[in-house]
């Protein structure tokens, strides 16, 4: 199953934001950036270079892959749920990654409410890539949905 790489790119604006609190890490080499599994740290903005994102079943079988590419943002899902990855990230040598750990990002969501929104819009992206990716890996193709929205009170 292949995941929308384009679903992890944020607007310019956003990662000037974000970038304000954030510092870079150096990756010489393929560098582990975060593992599935593990606890959110924080979040990963990918300025340039290239960082593979996998995702594996249990038993170890590699489920789920794509190669993110500059202005992505990395591992926000666990980072917004407070929950483990659920993506393995190898940054490539020479990309450049910078860091925003789980305090600076949460006082930048409390005190910034259009940049809160933009982070909802890529993670939204993320929920619609992901969908996609399970329709179509059962042979279906997303398609729009004709019912009529829900009333509102």
């Not at 202005?71 to 490539?92: D, N, R, V």
């Amino acid at each position: 199953m292949n995941l929308d790489p384009t679903a992890f790119i944020a607007e310019p604006e956003l990662i000037q934001g974000l970038e304000s609190q954030s510092t870079p890490v150096l990756c010489t080499e393929d560098y582990v950036l975060f593992r599935q599994g593990d606890a959110p740290a924080g979040l990963y903005i990918l300025k340039s270079g290239e960082v593979t994102l996998t995702m594996h079943s249990p038993a170890g079988k590699e489920i789920a892959t794509t190669k993110a590419t500059a202005g992505s943002l990395l591992g926000l899902p666990g980072l917004i749920g407070k929950q483990p990855y659920t993506l393995t990230a190898i940054a490539h040598t020479g990309a450049k990654v910078s860091f925003i750990n789980q305090e600076s990002f949460a006082g930048l969501m409390r005190t910034d409410p259009l940049l809160a929104l933009k982070i909802l819009q890529v993670l939204a992206a993320e929920v619609r890539s992901a969908r996609s990716a399970i329709l179509e890996q059962g042979g279906l193709k997303p398609r729009r949905s004709r019912l009529t929205p829900a009333r509102q009170p």
